[in-house]
C-alpha cells in the first residue's frame, strides 16, 4: 500500500512538472523535455505487461488532455510501455528482471541504469517526434530534436528518480 501511494505521489508530481513547467520551458527548438515517461520507466519490474500498458494508456490521455496534443503523447507511452517488458531483459539482464525490484541507479548501477534509461526514452522521443513531424524531408532536423530531447530527458529521470524515497539505498528495493 506504501508503494502505491509513493507511486501516486510520483505520477502526479511528475505530471504536473511536465504540463506546468516543461511545456512552458522555451529551450529552442531542438530540446523538448519529456519529464513524465520516467513514471513509466521507474515502476517495478514484476508488473504484469498489462499493467503496465495501462497505466502508459492512462499517463498519455492524461498529457494530451492537458496539453492537447492530439495523440501525440498516447502513442509514445503507450509505444514506450508495449516496449518495455521486452527490453528489460536485453538491457539489464535476465537474472535482474527474474529477482524483480525497481530499476534504480543505485540498485543496478550508473551504467546499466543510462542504458536503460537512454534506449528506452530514445524510442519514446523517436515515436513521439516522428509522429510531430509526419515528414521524411527533415529528417535531419527530426533526428537531432531526438538526440537532443534524449540527453536532457534522461538526466531528469535520473533526477527523478532521486526523489523517490530510498531511491538511494540499494538494499530497500531488491524485493518488493
Same mark, same amino acid.
Given at each position: ?12 508530481? =511528475? ?6 513547467l ?9 530540446? #523538448? @523535455? ?5 513514471? /513509466? ?5 514484476? /508488473? ?5 500498458? &495501462? ?5 498519455g ?16 507511452t503507450?509505444? +514506450?510501455? &508495449? ?13 535482474? =528482471?527474474?529477482?524483480?525490484?525497481? @530499476? ?5 548501477g ?14 519514446? %522521443? ?12 527533415? &529528417? #535531419?532536423? +527530426? ?11 534522461? $538526466?531528469?529521470?535520473?533526477? %527523478?528518480?532521486?526523489? $523517490? @524515497? ?11
Amino acid at each position: 500500500m506504501l508503494r502505491f501511494i509513493e507511486y501516486t505521489v510520483f505520477f502526479i508530481t =511528475v505530471l504536473v512538472l511536465q504540463v506546468f513547467l516543461f511545456e512552458n520551458l522555451n529551450l529552442g527548438i531542438y530540446i #523538448h @523535455p519529456l519529464a513524465y515517461v520516467a513514471f /513509466i520507466l521507474l515502476l517495478p519490474v514484476d /508488473i504484469p505487461a498489462v499493467g503496465i500498458l &495501462f497505466l502508459g494508456l492512462f499517463t498519455g490521455v492524461i498529457m494530451d488532455v492537458s496539453t492537447g496534443s492530439g495523440g501525440l503523447h498516447t502513442i509514445a507511452t503507450v509505444f +514506450t510501455a &508495449f516496449a518495455r517488458p521486452y527490453m528489460l531483459p536485453l538491457l539489464l539482464g535476465r537474472e535482474e =528482471v527474474k529477482e524483480g525490484g525497481i @530499476p534504480f541507479a543505485a540498485r543496478l548501477g550508473a551504467g546499466r541504469f543510462f542504458r536503460y534509461t537512454g534506449f528506452m526514452v530514445f524510442l519514446h %522521443c523517436l515515436v513521439f517526434f516522428t509522429f510531430e513531424s509526419l515528414a521524411w524531408k527533415y &529528417f #535531419h532536423l +527530426t533526428f537531432i530534436r531526438i538526440a537532443a530531447s534524449t540527453v536532457v530527458t534522461v $538526466i531528469l529521470v535520473y533526477f %527523478c528518480q532521486m526523489v $523517490i @524515497p530510498g531511491a538511494r539505498d540499494k538494499s530497500q528495493y531488491l524485493r518488493q
